[in-house]
């Protein structure tokens, strides 16, 4: 479930207040956890692919805001929904790549989406595979 505007706003609150703090443009795992199969929710940046999410990160390393980084994404794809902003409980299976995102790590990982928020309330979606940007937790370049 993606998110603009308003509702993106009232999501970010909703699981600021239920799950702890993370950065708008960053999907966590529990602290401490970081493994495969760890169960995580967040607020943040998915794509449909790999390639999407590396795409992302370098409009970002050449100075693009977050907005700006997805709708040039998903621009040159031609499809309004290649990455985007959204609110998901997530089971973290495979980190696809490492990279430097301003002067820190991320990582590119394939998820399992299991639940999206819509701005009113969770529910559980079927299987859907994306490809997430995640920071990694203390370690900064």
Known sequence: MRFSGRTFTVAAAA???GFG??????LTNPPGQGGKDQMGVGIGVICNTTEQAESYVSLRNNGAE???AVNSVNAKEHDSL???VAAVAFQR???MATKNQNGKLVSIVRINVLAGFDGTKWARVPLMVQYAIIEDEGVAI
């Open 66 to 68: 977050l907005t700006l």
């Open 21 to 26: 703090v993370a950065q708008a443009d960053e």
């Open 82 to 84: 290649a990455c985007g």
């Open 15 to 17: 699981v600021v207040l």
């Open 93 to 95: 299976d495979k980190t």
